[in-house]
């Protein structure tokens, strides 16, 4: 059992096809560039564009216009749209953008245990 409570796969034993799709599939999404920092921007506190913008470094406006809506399509950033002068825009992850983020904290570990530091 792994520390999750999830059985470990016995070595030799035959690999869930339907799930790895799956996983390639969720892979695709967090594969795009600017996704992570963008969930992290939100994760950290980041509402309005601007504060999106400064946690992302490198971002381009038109480049985080695109990745936010891209996000919001896929039910990971949520839009509200405020009524005053002047409109106010507020973009929050949506709990499914939080699970994800949570689901990938162990592979973070991993990487931490078995991958060099960037700067290596």
């Not at 967090?30 to 963008?38: K, L, N």
């Not at 504060?51 to 896929?74: F, M, V």
């Not at 992850?93 to 570990?109: F, K, N, V, Y």
Request: with cysteine; glycine share 8%.
């Amino acid at each position: 059992m792994t520390s999750s409570g999830e059985a470990k796969r016995p070595p030799g034993a035959p690999v869930d096809e339907e799930n790895c799709l799956r996983i390639l599939r969720a892979i695709e999404i967090i594969g795009v560039r600017w996704t992570g920092p963008i969930l992290l921007a939100g994760a950290r506190g980041a509402r309005r564009f601007k504060e999106y913008r400064a946690l992302a470094p490198g971002i381009s406006d038109p480049q985080l216009t695109l990745r936010l809506k891209q996000l919001q399509a896929r039910g990971l950033i949520e839009r509200t749209v405020i009524p005053t002068t002047p409109v106010q825009i507020k973009y929050t992850l949506t709990p499914d953008a939080e699970e994800l983020i949570s689901l990938l904290q162990p592979l973070g570990h991993w990487s931490e245990r078995h991958l060099p530091p960037d700067d290596a």
